[in-house]
């Protein structure tokens, strides 16, 4: 069994120990020297790591100032809406989708209510894993009726922002949303397709979007929870 490089041994340690708040966003982390004595290693070895963690976007390292760690996290602004995929790319990721499958389902009794459809009535089911930088990151599912996208199906594969693509393709133009946003561990499933452990805990958003106060798309969304955060801004007191 081959061994694992003592450089990226020491990657990771670093790395799970800044996912886990051992050391904070905007923090500097201990100086070469004194990780050379943390992890008894080399000073090549330090440098490679923290080379590592640089292109993952975790720590900024300046000569003669030391080594940051960054904000990793990507923010969506829940004031505006915005797709996952759209806060990702704002954040410096490159964007791609692994695998897209369209297909249509029948409306079940839950969505047919967000929808304001009948129930049975067709939709599109629009299914994808985002990677971001090459990491899968967001296993999507969305649902729109179908009479407002005919042959939608044609496009798999060839887009990436469903926002941009319904208002570009089908001038559907989001322009209000109402989500539920809660949290799950990975089950199997979700496991295999982020290439994750089972158990990893995912940020999970159920959203409606409207147009004209209309809804138009049920999006069903599931983040790893370490790669992703929300931001709300709140003015007054409940009273």
Do not use: W
């Not at 904070?24 to 440098?47: A, M, N, Q």
């Not at 089911?125 to 967001?138: S, Y």
């Not at 539920?180 to 958003?205: N, Q, R």
């Amino acid at each position: 069994m081959s061994k694992i490089p003592s450089y990226r041994a020491m990657y990771d340690l670093v790395k799970n120990d800044i996912k886990q708040g051992k050391y904070l966003i905007g923090e500097l982390l201990p100086t070469e020297s004194e990780l050379e004595k943390i992890f008894h290693v080399s000073r090549s070895t330090v440098r490679r790591a923290m080379e590592l963690l640089a292109q993952d976007g975790l720590v900024s390292i300046k000569q003669g100032r030391g080594t940051t760690v960054m904000d990793f996290k990507t923010k969506q602004d829940l004031n505006k809406v915005t797709s996952v995929t759209e806060s990702l790319r704002r954040k410096g990721y490159i964007v791609r989708t692994k695998s897209m499958y369209i297909d249509t389902v029948g409306a079940t009794e839950k969505l047919a209510q967000e929808l304001q459809v009948m129930q049975g009535d067709l939709l599109a089911r629009v299914q994808r894993i985002q990677l971001a930088d090459e990491k899968p990151v967001v296993i999507m599912k969305n649902y729109i009726p179908y009479h407002t996208v005919p042959n939608i199906e044609q496009y798999t594969n060839q887009f990436s922002a469903l926002y941009q693509f319904l208002e570009q393709k089908y001038q559907i133009e989001i322009d209000a949303a109402k989500d539920k946003i809660y949290a799950k561990p990975a089950d199997f499933t979700d496991s295999e397709m982020l290439c994750v452990a089972p158990g990893t805990a995912l940020l999970c958003i159920r959203r409606i979007c409207y147009k004209d106060q209309k809804p138009v798309c049920v999006d069903q969304v599931s983040i790893l929870g370490d790669q992703y955060e929300l931001e709300v801004s709140m003015s007054g007191r409940y009273k």
